[in-house]
Every structure is written in structure tokens, then in C-alpha cells.
Antibody, heavy 115, light 107 residues
Framework: QVVESGGGLVKPGGSLRLSCVAS????????MNWVRQAPGKGLEWVSS????????HYADSVEGRFTISRDNAKDSLYLQMSSLGAEDTAVYYC??????????WGNGTTVTVSS | EIVMTQSPATLSVSPREGATLSCRAS??????LAWYQQKPGQAPRLLIY???TRATGIPARFSGSGSGTDFTLTISSLQSEDFAVYYC?????????FGGGTKVEIK
């Protein structure tokens, strides 16, 4: 399973770091992803990182503002978010890649950007 | 970017009836197509990958078909636990993209 944390209320322009801790599988063998869901909306892929961390992809909407990283020694995935705006308000899910589809999802952590 | 379009947005179905959900890609995604189910307040759950392969533990009443740009998720004989929102996702090209979802509701 994967468990996200780090969400909360942040002011526009602020920063936040999300974490995701994995258990029950060999974390270092899997690519990982962040997917978000704005209130009442559909799913939006945010970022992906390969198992070694060598390759990273971002959605255009977050490129240059968000940074994905991982620490395989700690079975952990991170998302550093900066220059946050109202459009970043969402539930953020950590998800394991089976291939580039996603077979293990956390329950999500909520990020609210508001003054 | 490959745009994924799902139809209909809402599908009203009686229990034990079948349902057919559609997903269309703006460009071919080959067979790199997955379906997810999401219930209110829950995380998405992978149902189908590779167009037609059921994920672990997914009942046989869920089936997927299609190729290229047009895909279908079929649910035969809907059970109460199947009323949910369903999303398709392409993973053929970056950025990964999801469809807008189809809500399957009780008629």
C-alpha cells in the first residue's frame, strides 16, 4: 500500500511538500506517480518518476513549479510544490505504476490553496 | 497531447442490466489503455489495462475492448457496488491523460 501525507491549507504563492510512504512491495523496483483531482472534477496526471529516479515527467500545468523525487532507502516518494495557485487545490494521490497505468493508489492528501 | 473523450457523461442503468461505456482518443494509443473505477470518497481502482486485461481481483463481468482510438468498457449485469465513476487513461505517450469520466448511476 501507499500512504500520502503533507497536505494542508496554504496561501497563494506558497509552497508545500507531499510525501508518500510505500509498504508491502519492493518500492525501488517500481516507477511512481502523482495524480490529482480537483473538487468535483476528474483525474489529472501530475508527474512520474522512474524506479531509479533517472527519468522524470511533468504535466505542463506544473512544470517548473513542482518537483518529484524519491528516496528508495526510505520507500518514499515526494512532491515539492511551489508557487501554488487556486488551480492546484485538489486531492493528491500517490500511485504505483504497473506499466504506465497505475495499480496501487493511496487514499490521497488534500491540498487547499486559499488566502 | 492525446485527448481522451468519454461518453456518455452519465449513464442510468437498472441493477442486473448491462452497461457500455465509451472512450475515444484523439490519436491512436495502440493498446495502451486502462480503465479505473472510483467511488465517492475513495481512490481510483485499476480495473483493466492493455485494453482488455482485467487487473487482479476484478470480476469477469468487467470487460474491455477496442484498439487504436476507440475503446469500450462493458459491465454485464451491474451489481450495487458497480455504481461509480469510470475513467479511461492512455499511457501510450506523454503526458499521460485521463478521460473526463462516465458516472454510472442507478436508474
Amino acid at each position: 500500500q501507499v500512504v500520502e501525507s503533507g497536505g494542508g491549507l496554504v496561501k497563494p504563492g506558497g509552497s508545500l511538500r507531499l510525501s508518500c510512504v510505500a509498504s508491502g512491495f519492493n518500492f525501488r523496483a517500481f516507477d511512481m506517480n502523482w495524480v490529482r483531482q480537483a473538487p468535483g472534477k476528474g483525474l489529472e496526471w501530475v508527474s512520474s518518476i522512474t524506479s531509479s529516479g533517472a527519468y522524470i515527467h511533468y504535466a505542463d500545468s506544473v512544470e517548473g513549479r513542482f518537483t518529484i523525487s524519491r528516496d528508495n532507502a526510505k520507500d518514499s516518494l515526494y512532491l515539492q510544490m511551489s508557487s501554488l495557485g487556486a488551480e492546484d487545490t485538489a486531492v493528491y494521490y500517490c500511485a504505483r505504476s504497473r506499466f504506465l497505468d497505475m495499480d496501487v493508489w493511496g487514499n490521497g492528501t488534500t491540498v487547499t490553496v486559499s488566502s | 497531447e492525446i485527448v481522451m473523450t468519454q461518453s456518455p457523461a452519465t449513464l442510468s442503468v437498472s441493477p442486473r442490466e448491462g452497461a457500455t461505456l465509451s472512450c475515444r482518443a484523439s490519436h491512436s494509443v495502440n493498446i495502451d489503455l486502462a480503465w479505473y473505477q472510483q467511488k465517492p470518497g475513495q481512490a481510483p481502482r485499476l480495473l483493466i489495462y492493455g485494453v482488455s486485461t482485467r487487473a487482479t481481483g476484478i470480476p469477469a463481468r468487467f470487460s474491455g475492448s477496442g484498439s487504436g482510438t476507440d475503446f469500450t468498457l462493458t459491465i454485464s449485469s451491474l451489481q450495487s457496488e458497480d455504481f461509480a465513476v469510470y475513467y479511461c487513461q492512455q499511457y501510450n505517450k506523454w503526458p499521460l491523460t485521463f478521460g473526463g469520466g462516465t458516472k454510472v448511476e442507478i436508474k
